[in-house]
């Protein structure tokens, strides 16, 4: 037995606290009419969740509260305790005893309790569906509702018979499941959302990335090509230093010598006894070559010098030249307004040209204009600076062209004093006299020193050359720094190598170097470490996403296989359930009418047509028709064949005979499934004598498994109850109730 008491207070008629102890199999409530019976049935729905008002035969929550008496005022709060012996653990909850409570007032909500402590609605739903005892009350027939089950339609039958056999459980959790499933399938449609949102963004950043990168490899290869140009250039400045200066050393020794050779000469000259016209004539015609000498040299030198110049500074403007070329810049929006305006004015001359030669004007305008506009626009900084270049090459080769006259007049005055030198020097050879030995040995040291003399100053040009070139690389050494950092001088760590290569092959690495160059400004100033941060943040996302889909798509998978489990479970819990509730129902139906035959039908009918929506078309094509077609549902219907009567349909049957069958039903239900009690509201009311005494042997066999509370005007039935209440109602307007021995309920007995 798991009830064991009930207590009302303020619900209903019950003004004042009214306790039913319930500790027989059947407990007989008895009273007159209108004294209050029902309202004890409604008592137990009530604290069992009933949320339908109008089962409990109120129009509004008030309704159910005692509504006043004549002495008795009406009171503000209807409250309703069932207490259950839990020993059993027949509620999944660790007490042994628990009481379910609900309490409304006037102004509220209900309030519900699980041993006083306040819950929701649904925990009460769900510890007593877990109990067997569900909310479509089957194990609570109230008054007149006994052939309830026989008037429902078979998909309401259906539902009856599924609390009955305790398959709410597996519905709520299905239901559960499905629940969970759909906010699963929403919440993976946001996932792919949010997925589609970054999705271009990503893209762009992963552009921008590769753009890094590249620019991170043109600067690695930028630092390559450099050191090599850089390492290659210094072994080249240094070999043709040594060179030179190897070179150079012969010549500037035998230089020496004849200067030497020169001054002794000159000093036995000057001190001889032959000094004449001849002889001072020579020296002084040495003196005035060797100064023209001296200023050719200078001459050649210095245009040497604006050469080098020259040629660093071309190489420079080249430079220039490719970054006004290829460097972003902003114009003005006026500017563009304006320059589309001219074009459009063009086009309109075009438009309105009489013949091709009209059109062929302005083509040529256009083509003008265009020219124009790219030339007027190219990046100012740039220009000015290649502008610049450009004056200082102009102003060299000035230099350059007037130094080029010094040389030939240089070269003019030299060859009048080398004239008169060969022809002094013929004079002198003429005189085949010894004592002329002193001027002829100037004139072979002259000679000498003539050619030693010519042969440096080609070197000096190629020495002015060099430190030209010296100069260059210094800078270009900056310029590296800048570019590529302090890598740069790493050039210096090798020097063993020799740069024995062709010099085109350096000129060939310079317009290399320049051309990463242009192809880094080319790819912008983008930040690597922020471009690089926000596409891992956002591929991080994007990953995250991923991952919370799978997992999403992983429990959508596992929740569907649920379902399916739950369903298919219910299929055959159902099926099993109906076939043993047939069983029992026969013979109840038998027993009852004395032969005859009844049986429960499980049918599938097709749901009302509900057309699957243009969206679901579109996105599913046939599918969702055949979709359709397919949803359909299970129900229940019953079939009778009374002995001895040629009756089929329920329609037919008699008022008795209908509460015969649902009897019969009812009692097979809490046969095959029994509910721990059973509330039984005056079913018994139109049976006869005969049918009353097989109805209380039913009543017997049926409380052996679950505890009967039986609300009788049968005598019949109240013999068959351990405990008896009698309900009375007196002038005051509200029930009374009291435990009664059977002689006096049979005063209200029929
Ligand atoms: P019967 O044997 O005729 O079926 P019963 O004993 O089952 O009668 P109930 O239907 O349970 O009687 O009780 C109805 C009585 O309860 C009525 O007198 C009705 O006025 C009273 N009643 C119902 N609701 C309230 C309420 N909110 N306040 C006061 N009395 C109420």
């Known amino acids: 037995m798991y009830l064991k008491s009930l207590e009302l207070s303020g619900f209903k008629s019950f003004a004042k606290k009214a306790n039913l102890e319930f500790n027989a199999p059947v407990t007989a409530v008895v009273g007159p009419n209108g004294s209050g019976k029902s309202n004890v049935a409604e008592a137990f729905r009530f604290v069992l969740g009933e949320q339908s008002i109008k089962s409990m035969r109120g129009k509004r929550t008030e309704d159910l509260i005692f509504n006043g008496g004549e002495s008795q005022p009406r009171a503000n709060r209807a409250a309703v305790k069932l207490v259950f012996d839990n020993r059993k653990r027949l509620l999944n909850i660790d007490f042994d005893e628990v009481a379910i409570e609900r309490v409304i007032h006037r102004d509220s909500l209900s309030e519900y309790f699980i041993n006083g402590s306040a819950v929701r609605l649904r925990d009460i739903v769900e510890l007593l569906a877990g109990a067997h005892i569900g909310s479509s009350g089957h194990h609570i027939i109230s008054q007149g509702e006994a052939d309830r089950i026989l008037n429902s339609n078979s998909r309401e039958r259906r539902e009856m018979l599924e609390d009955a056999l305790g398959l709410k459980i ?89 200067e030497h050779e020169l001054s002794e000469a000159k000093k036995v000259l000057e001190a001889s ?212 950092g302090r890598d740069v001088y790493l050039y210096e760590s090798d020097t063993t190598e020799h740069a024995a290569e062709e010099r085109s092959l350096q000129e060939e690495r310079r317009k290399h170097i320049e051309k990463i160059k242009v192809r880094l400004e080319d790819s912008g100033g983008l930040s690597a470490g922020d471009v690089m941060k926000e596409f891992n943040e956002t591929s991080e996302r ?29 299929d055959t819990l159902f099926s099993d359930g109906i076939a043993k509730i047939n069983k029992q129902f026969k013979e109840f139906f038998a027993l009852m009418f004395g032969g005859g035959e009844a049986s429960l039908a499980v049918v599938k009918e097709k749901k009302r047509k509900r057309g699957p929506s243009p969206e679901e078309i579109e996105e599913m094509g046939l599918e969702a028709m055949a979709e359709e077609e397919e949803e359909t549902e299970v129900g ?91 309900v009375t109602m007196g002038r005051e307007g509200f029930s009374k109730l009291l435990s009664i021995a059977f002689n006096e309920a049979l005063a209200v007995a029929k």
Do not use: C, W
């Open 273 to 484: 006894k032959h000094k004449d016209a001849k002889s001072s004539e020579l020296m002084s015609l040495e003196a005035k070559l060797k100064s023209a000498r001296e200023s050719r040299d200078e001459v050649t030198r210095t245009i040497g010098r604006i050469e080098g110049e020259i040629g660093s500074l071309e190489r420079m403007l080249a430079r220039e030249r490719a970054t006004a070329n290829t460097e972003a810049v902003t114009v003005e929006y006026s500017k563009v307004k304006g320059f589309v305006g001219r074009i459009e004015e063009l086009l309109g001359d075009i438009e309105g040209a009489k013949d091709l030669g009209g059109v062929k004007a302005a083509l040529a305008k256009i083509r003008e204009s265009l020219k124009l506009f790219l030339e007027s626009n190219k990046n100012t900084k740039a220009q000015d600076r290649a502008g610049e270049l450009e004056k200082e090459i102009r102003l060299l080769k000035e230099r350059k062209e007037e130094a080029d006259k010094g040389a030939k007049d240089a070269e003019a005055e030299l060859s009048k004093l080398s004239s008169a030198y060969a022809s002094l020097q013929g004079d002198i050879e003429k005189e085949k006299d010894s004592s002329r030995d002193a001027e002829k040995s100037m004139f072979r040291i002259m000679a000498e020193e003539n050619e030693i003399r010519g042969r440096l100053s080609v070197m000096a040009v190629r020495e002015e050359k060099l430190r030209l070139e010296k100069v260059d690389f210094k800078r270009e050494v900056e310029e590296g720094a800048v570019l590529i």
């Open 636 to 726: 229940v219907d019953i079939h009778v064949n009374l002995p001895r009567k040629k009756i089929k349909g329920l329609e037919m049957l008699s008022g008795g005979e209908r509460a015969l069958t649902s009897i019969a039903l009812l009692f097979a239900i809490s046969q095959v499934n029994p509910p721990p009690f059973i509330i039984l509201d005056e079913t018994d009311a139109a049976l006869d004598e005969a049918n009353s005494k097989k109805y209380g042997d039913m009543v017997e066999s049926l409380s052996k498994h679950s505890q009967l509370i039986v609300i009788t005007h049968n005598r019949e039935t109240m013999s068959r109850a351990g405990v008896l209440y009698g």
């Open 170 to 258: 597996f519905q709520y959790k299905r239901e559960e499941s499905e629940r969970k499933l759909e906010k699963t399938r929403e919440n993976m449609e946001k996932v792919e959302s949010l997925r589609k949102e970054i999705a271009p963004h990503l893209k762009f950043l992963k552009k921008q990335v590769e753009k890094v990168e590249k620019t991170i490899a043109l600067r690695e290869e930028l630092k390559s090509v450099y050191r090599e140009y850089l390492k290659r250039e210094s072994l080249y400045l240094a070999e043709t230093e040594k060179a030179l200066a190897e070179e150079a050393a012969g010549p500037r020794r035998d230089l020496a010598r004849l």
């Open 542 to 570: 994007d990953e995250f996403l991923a991952r919370e889909l799978v997992d999403l798509e992983k429990s959508a998978a596992s929740l569907t296989e649920l379902i399916a489990e739950l369903s298919e479970k219910l």
